[in-house]
C-alpha cells in the first residue's frame, strides 16, 4: 500500500538520494524531500518545519547528515523507520528510536565495508613504506637517499594494532592475512565476544599501542570514544610507528597528532576523516610532509554508491512489510515493536 515517504537531500549523498526518491515514487508512493545541509553542517530542522517534512511520513530516508532528535520523533506519529543511505547513523539516538518502535537500517553493504578495509590495508602499507617521503623526494628534485638513510619498512613481519573489531576491522584482518605480519593486536570493549586465532591477539588499549608499529582505528563516534587517541596516547605509541583513521573525526586529538609528526616522535600518519569537515585550509595536518590526507573519500568507489540506491529502497519496502532490514543499525532491536507491525504469536 502506497505511504508517505520523506527524503532528505545532502550535498555528498544527493545523487543516491535522488535515484531513491525516484525508485520510491514509481512504486507509488508519496515523497516527500526535505532540502539540503550545507556543507560542512547538519540539517536540524526547525519545529515549525517538522509536519511539512515528517508530520505524515511512515519512512525516512536520510544522511548522517540530517539529525533526528527524540523530539522530532515525537512529532512523526507515523514513522515506523529510519532508512540511512550510508553507514554511518550517528545524528540518530540508537535507543531512543529503538525505544520508541522505530527501526533504523543503513548501507552497510559489502561494499561499503570492503572499500573501506583496502584503502586501510593501502594506507598501512604507504606509510610503513614512507610513502609520503618518497613523493616530497621526487617533487623537490631532492637526492636519493642512501641505504642507511631509509626508514621504509615492510608491513610483513610488522606488528598491526586496530582499535575496534567491527565489520571492516575484521574485513582489515582477512586482508592482512596475505601480508605476512607477525602479529594483529586486537582492542575492543568486549574481547570475549569474539574468536582468535594466529596471528591475532585481543588485549587492551595501552598494550596494543606500546607494541603495534602501526595503528589503525575502527570505531564509531560517541560520547565514549571522542579524543580516544589523545597526547597521552600518542605518546603511548611506539616511537616511529604510524598511524590509520579511516574512521570517524574526533577519535583522536588532530593537534597533539600534529606536533607528534612534525616533530618526528611519530613517523607517518594517514587521515580520511577529520572534526571538522571539509578540512580548514589552516589545519596543522595540511602542512606536513609525513602526513597522507584525504577528505572523507579514501574508500569510496563508484560499486559503493551503486549499492547504496537498491539496499536502501530494499530497507524502505522491508520497514513497511514488517520484516527485518538487511543491515539493521542496531542488531539488537526488536522488530516486533515497530509502530504499526503486527506483534509476534
Known amino acids: 500500500m502506497p505511504v508517505e515517504i520523506f527524503v532528505g537531500d545532502d550535498h555528498v549523498l544527493g545523487d543516491v538520494l535522488d535515484r531513491v526518491a525516484a525508485e520510491l515514487g514509481k512504486e507509488g508512493h508519496t515523497v516527500v524531500r526535505g532540502p ?58 540508537l535507543r531512543e528510536a529503538s525505544e520508541r518502535g522505530i527501526v533504523v537500517a543503513h548501507g552497510a553493504t559489502p561494499e561499503n565495508m570492503e572499500g573501506m578495509a583496502e584503502a586501510t590495508v593501502m594506507l598501512l602499507s604507504a606509510l610503513m613504506l614512507d610513502l609520503p617521503l618518497k613523493q616530497r623526494q621526487l617533487a623537490r628534485h631532492e637526492p636519493r637517499p642512501a641505504p642507511q638513510a631509509l626508514t621504509a619498512r615492510l608491513l610483513a613481519g610488522s606488528t598491526v594494532g586496530l582499535v575496534g573489531h567491527g565489520r571492516i576491522a575484521r574485513e582489515v584482518i582477512a586482508r592482512l592475512a596475505g601480508w605476512r605480519v607477525a602479529r594483529v593486536l586486537v582492542a575492543t570493549r568486549h574481547p570475549e565476544r569474539h574468536r582468535s586465532a594466529p596471528p591475532v591477539e585481543f588485549t587492551d ?75 580548514p ?26 549499492s547504496l540506491v537498491p539496499t536502501a529502497v530494499e530497507h524502505v519496502r522491508a520497514v513497511l512489510a514488517g520484516q527485518r532490514p538487511r543491515y539493521p543499525a542496531d542488531p539488537g532491536a526488536r522488530t516486533d515493536r515497530a509502530r504499526n507491525v503486527p506483534q509476534a504469536r
Open 36 to 93: 539540503a545541509a550545507p556543507a560542512p553542517a547538519r540539517t536540524e530542522y526547525p519545529r515549525a518545519q517538522w509536519p511539512r517534512y515528517f508530520g505524515r511520513a511512515e519512512v525516512a530516508v536520510i544522511s548522517s547528515r540530517t539529525v533526528i532528535t527524540p523530539e522530532l520523533m515525537s512529532w512523526a506519529p507515523r514513522l515506523r523507520g529510519l532508512v540511512f543511505a550510508s553507514s554511518s547513523t550517528a545524528s540518530c539516538d
Open 205 to 279: 588499549l595501552d598494550t596494543l599501542l606500546a607494541q603495534s608499529d602501526a595503528v589503525s582505528l575502527h570505531l564509531p563516534l560517541t560520547a565514549d570514544t571522542r579524543g580516544v587517541i589523545g597526547a597521552a596516547e600518542l605518546d603511548r605509541m611506539k616511537p616511529g610507528a604510524v598511524l590509520v583513521n579511516t574512521s570517524r573525526g574526533g577519535l583522536v586529538d588532530e593537534a597533539a597528532l600534529s606536533e607528534r609528526l612534525a616533530t618526528g616522535r611519530l613517523r607517518a600518519a594517514a587521515i580520511d576523516t577529520f572534526d571538522t569537515e571539509p578540512v
Open 281 to 306: 585550509a589552516d589545519h596543522p595536518l595540511r602542512g606536513l610532509d609525513n602526513a597522507i590526507l584525504t577528505e572523507h573519500i579514501v574508500g569510496h568507489t563508484r560499486d559503493l554508491f551503486d
